[in-house]
């Protein structure tokens, strides 16, 4: 969800050189927003593709929804230039169906997706999604439950270098996990600081390949922090739930992670509908018909105008997809082409950060 254009607690434009809506152009021609139609923002950020909508389509109204309070209040005033058109919620997008069906926008003629962290987050110290900055080690988007610093200080080894390795496809996942218990057992690793020095101590250097060494290690645990893959999978499904026949699904995401996933769910919500054969035995249980069209087969991503611009769109792609007259698919979940890292994280759960 990066650089999803940010204002300043005035309302007014802040820091628009650095907040840039990532893959903009590309998101609005997907989505085709059209007057008089209805548009679900489930990822509000700073509201960068809500206010394109409201552009694009002067007829039309969008429910944006985050669970992030902050994100919501620095929103306000978008809604309030835009009354009756613009409606803010908070809460999750893997609840995104629910979530419209409360406030009469079921069904919906699209829903755009922009996975992963905001500008805003990463670039506020006190959130602690980042190490440019020293903070408290949290990276809760939506400030509540257990933060990062409990996870590593709870977590024990084998588990660590599990989210390590699988949510931030780190390899040198057992290392980074050993020296974070060994750390812990002297004192608490509470600060962003501290667990961006030790990542960088263990592995050798600051920077791997252009980044900051820390940089797999502080995606995992915000991955696992905020359970954000089982939530793109429930949110998938909650959008095929969503769409009006002939709505578009827009997903934007940020590592390969994200994009495995929703590459698998097109695929597989879109592969063509068997025909039986006479020569072999009918099917028990019928394969569901196809309940989307894909609008590209192959990922959109930046210009290099874009990335030199915004070097945070580098990694961004985008998939796209038109709902079909298709019943939505029932039990089909998409937490089969996730990470093994047994169930859902624990965050959900309370205490105990099980796997």
């Keep these: 969800m990066a650089n999803r254009g940010a204002r ?3 309302g007014g434009p802040r820091g628009t050189e650095r907040h840039v809506p990532v893959l903009l152009a590309q998101m609005l021609h997907a989505l085709a927003a059209r007057d008089g139609q209805s548009y679900v923002d489930a990822t509000f950020g700073a509201g960068g593709y809500s206010e394109a ?3 694009a389509a002067p007829g039309a109204r969008v429910l944006a929804i985050d669970r992030d309070p902050t994100a919501l209040a620095s929103g306000r005033w978008l809604a309030e230039q835009n009354p009756g058109r613009l409606q803010l919620s908070e809460g999750r997008f893997g609840e995104l169906d629910r979530l419209a069906a409360a406030v009469d926008f079921a069904p919906a003629d699209g829903v755009v997706l922009d996975i992963g962290v905001s500008s805003m987050q990463l670039d506020d110290p006190e959130r602690g999604f980042a190490f440019q900055g020293d903070g408290p080690l949290d990276m809760r ?3 509540r439950g257990p933060t990062a610093a409990d996870v590593v200080s709870t977590a024990d080894e084998a588990q660590l270098a599990d989210i390590l390795f699988h949510l931030g496809e780190e390899k040198s996942a057992r290392a980074i996990a050993r020296a974070i218990v060994t750390r812990r057992h002297q004192r608490p690793i509470a600060r962003t600081s501290e667990l961006a020095h030790l990542v960088a101590r263990v592995l050798g250097r600051e920077k791997i390949a252009g980044r900051h060494a820390a940089t797999r290690t502080f995606q995992a645990l915000r991955i696992y922090v905020n359970d954000e893959l089982f939530e793109l999978a429930d949110g998938l499904a909650a959008a095929e739930r969503l769409l009006a026949p002939g709505g578009r699904l827009v997903v934007v995401t940020f ?3 994200e994009d495995r996933l929703v590459k698998h769910f097109f695929r597989e919500r879109a592969a063509p509908h ?3 054969s006479r020569h072999l035995p009918p ?3 019928p394969r569901p018909r196809p309940s989307f069209q894909f609008l590209n087969h192959r990922p959109v991503s930046p210009t290099d105008t874009e990335v030199a611009a915004n070097p945070r769109a580098r990694s961004a ?3 796209a997809a038109v709902r079909t007259d ?3 698919w029932e039990g089909a979940s998409g937490a089969r082409w996730l990470p093994r890292l047994g169930q859902r994280s624990g965050v959900r759960a309370g205490p105990g950060l099980g796997p």
């Design 274 to 276: 068997p025909h039986a």
């Design 53 to 55: 909508i409201l552009r």
């Design 326 to 328: 298709a019943k939505a």
């Design 141 to 143: 988007m939506s400030l």
């Design 8 to 10: 300043s607690a005035e």
């Design 283 to 285: 099917q028990v249980e």
């Design 317 to 319: 792609r985008l998939r």
């Design 255 to 257: 590592h390969s992670l």
